[in-house]
């Protein structure tokens, strides 16, 4: 059974910074492209940042770029989305995602595997 589990996530003030983790497991996701979303309270969930397989290309959300930064560990089947500079505006429950693709995927209809998502709440 493939699961992916998010963790990191919890209240921070405006300015502070977050590192969200997201372990895969029940398959390897190493040739996979890996992706992570959020949804605030009524609104569509939407991109924020993608992996390709790799780790060499990068796709990010014009309102989270050069504040927010992906990564991934191959050998732990695991990837990484750290925040910096949050603003209030970041408050949304976020979910890591995986795709049969093997880059960087910005469409959430392009991703295959999703998890239970982690709030983060920012506060001014």
């Known amino acids: 059974q493939v699961q992916l589990v998010e963790s990191g996530g919890g209240s921070v003030q405006a300015g502070g910074s977050l590192r969200l983790s997201c372990a895969a497991s029940?398959?390897?996701?190493?040739?996979?492209?890996m992706g992570w979303f959020r949804q605030a309270p009524g609104k569509e969930r939407e991109f924020v940042a993608a992996?390709?397989?790799?780790?060499?290309?990068?796709n990010y959300a014009d309102s989270v770029k050069g504040r927010f930064t992906i990564s991934r560990d191959n050998a732990k089947n695991t990837v990484y989305l750290q925040m910096n500079s949050l603003k209030p505006e970041d408050t949304a429950v976020y979910y890591c995602?995986?795709?049969?693709?093997?880059?960087?995927?910005?469409?959430?209809?392009?991703?295959?595997?999703w998890g239970q998502g982690t709030q983060v709440t920012v506060s001014s």
């Open positions: 029940g398959r390897t996701f190493s040739r996979n492209g």
């Open positions: 995602a995986a795709t049969f693709r093997s880059w960087d995927a910005a469409l959430k209809d392009e991703y295959n595997y």
């Open positions: 992996i390709s397989w790799s780790g060499t290309n990068t």
